[in-house]
T-cell receptor, first 109, second 117 residues
Framework: ELKVEQNPLFLSMQEGKNYTIYCNYSTTSDRLYWYRQDPGKSLESLFVLLSNGAVKQEGRLMASLDTKARLSTLHITAAVHDLSATYFCAVRGADGLTFGKGTHLIIQP | NAGVMQNPRHLVRRRGQEARLRCSPMKGHSHVYWYRQLPEEGLKFMVYLQKENIIDESGMPKERFSAEFPKEGPSILRIQQVVRGDSAAYFC???????????????FGPGTRLTVL
């Protein structure tokens, strides 16, 4: 059974700081996704990582994938309040996606 | 290009009633997935469908829950005789393909928030 673990689950940080969210998964997969969810809203696709060593960046967010370690990271640079949300990683299994529990990120001025 | 559409957005049912949730995939997408999200939790896969076929229902409870994706019309997630534990947000996602060239990113609808009284 595919398991996906994120840490930390809760993160409060100040604007301007850097931080990293980690996503570990238990079995081999060829797709890893990062999603953002605002309270009461749906999921917004941020990144799709397809291969070992893949790195993608969008604004202050950068995601990377190490398939050998079964680890993905989402790095936040110089955080701003607008990035406050819940971030989910998800790994493709046999058919559907398996999600982590999410990281609740609060960025304080 | 309209995104994934779900309706209703909010649904209130009393215990024992039936809930019917609808999902229209993005244009050109033939794969539909249903997920359930409990408060403060990630999404849990329920079922994966293509037109007129259930491909994987390993995440669906064995009783009271069913899903279909007919040749014409939206995909339907049906919950019979709802109980309080069914209260959750139900998200539908669609993708153009699962295997082959290109990504198969799933695009999520806005969700239906079911409350069982």
């Amino acid at each position: 059974e595919l398991k996906v673990e994120q840490n930390p689950l809760f993160l409060s940080m100040q604007e301007g700081k850097n931080y990293t969210i980690y996503c570990n998964y238990s079995t081999t997969s060829d797709r890893l996704y990062w999603y953002r969810q605002d309270p009461g809203k749906s999921l917004e696709s941020l990144f799709v990582l397809l291969s070992n060593g893949a790195v993608k960046q969008e604004g202050r967010l950068m995601a990377s994938l190490d398939t050998k370690a079964r680890l993905s990271t989402l790095h936040i640079t110089a955080a701003v309040h607008d990035l406050s949300a819940t971030y989910f990683c998800a790994v493709r299994g046999a058919d559907g996606l398996t999600f982590g529990k999410g990281t609740h990120l609060i960025i304080q001025p | 290009n309209a995104g994934v559409m779900q309706n209703p957005r909010h649904l209130v049912r009393r215990r024992g009633q039936e809930a019917r949730l609808r999902c229209s995939p993005m244009k050109g997408h033939s794969h539909v997935y249903w997920y359930r999200q409990l408060p403060e939790e990630g999404l849990k896969f329920m079922v994966y469908l293509q037109k007129e076929n259930i491909i994987d229902e390993s995440g669906m409870p064995k009783e009271r829950f069913s899903a279909e994706f007919p040749k014409e019309g939206p995909s339907i997630l049906r919950i019979q005789q709802v109980v309080r534990g069914d209260s959750a947000a139900y998200f539908c996602a669609s993708s153009p393909q699962v295997q082959g060239v290109g990504t198969d990113t799933q695009y999520f609808g806005p969700g239906t928030r079911l409350t069982v009284l």
